[in-house]
């Protein structure tokens, strides 16, 4: 059993699911001791890695080179990666920049912002057995000003057009879809709706998991991303047991 099959066994059985940005192999060995079921080697490397005010200038070079370091450090928990901005413009190179990942076995999983222009693409790596998860609501991939950084799905017509984008996903075949900064109600909602893990950072706690970038939880960050976590002084390991205590 693969470990995709694994995660959706354990979600299957009511199990909550972690989920925490690593960029190293020392964090990604620690993290994967502490029992984190996935491990996501982010584009917000951008913004912690590279002190950047964006996600945009992440290449996929560096996203390659920072997975190989976390895979050096995993035994147990699943591999997730960001394909970066401007890597998967259509089906071809979508496919070309996510089979790098996953048939170099350097991850398991390739997560991808999605929105209703770009689903073919996301039907088509589906099609071609490429595991996905596929990140919807705030978009840092897309956002060019402050204003875009918000609650998504307030309105009756936004929260119409997220809630069936969601459901679209999930009857493409997409493995995981992760909800960043929606509205907690439409949150739930999708969550119950949907027949696959229902992830989020920024999206309440009604959700089958939560997802974390690792400088906030230390409270180091150079741009911090989570309103979700917040300032503290204990050691990590207790930051990460108060996240897992928040899935139960």
């Given at each position: 059993m693969n470990k995709i099959k694994k995660l959706l066994s354990f979600y299957e059985r009511g199990n909550k699911i972690s989920c925490i940005t690593a960029y190293d192999a020392s964090m990604s060995k620690y993290l994967d001791s502490m029992g984190i079921d996935i491990i996501l080697?982010?584009?917000?490397l951008g913004q912690v890695i590279k002190?950047?005010?964006?996600?945009?200038?992440v290449s996929l070079g560096e996203i390659t080179y920072h997975t190989k370091c976390v895979k050096s450090g995993l035994k147990n928990s699943l591999l997730m990666v960001d394909l970066p901005k401007g890597t998967f413009k259509n089906k071809t190179q979508a496919l070309k920049n996510s089979r790098k990942f996953i048939s170099n076995g350097f991850a398991d999983l390739v997560k991808l912002e999605v929105n209703t222009n770009n689903l073919g693409i996301v039907e088509y790596l589906v099609s071609k057995r490429i595991p996905v998860c596929a990140h919807i609501g705030l978009l840092p991939q897309t956002i060019k000003t402050k204003s875009g950084y918000r609650k998504y799905g307030k309105s009756k017509k936004e929260a119409c057009v997220i809630y069936n984008l969601a459901l679209e996903l999930t009857q493409i075949g997409v493995d995981i879809i992760l909800l960043e900064c929606l509205e907690s109600r439409l949150a739930r909602?999708?969550?119950?709706d949907c027949s696959i893990p229902v992830i989020g950072i920024g999206s309440g706690n009604s959700?089958?998991?939560?997802?974390?970038?690792?400088?906030?939880?230390?409270?180091?960050?150079?741009?911090v991303i989570d309103s979700f976590i917040t300032k503290h002084t204990s050691p990590l390991d207790?930051?990460?047991?108060?996240?897992k205590k928040q899935l139960k």
């Open positions: 080697v982010g584009d917000s002190g950047e005010k964006s996600t945009h200038n909602r999708i969550c119950n959700l089958d998991g939560q997802v974390a970038v690792i400088y906030d939880l230390l409270g180091i960050s150079y741009n207790n930051q990460i047991n108060k996240f």
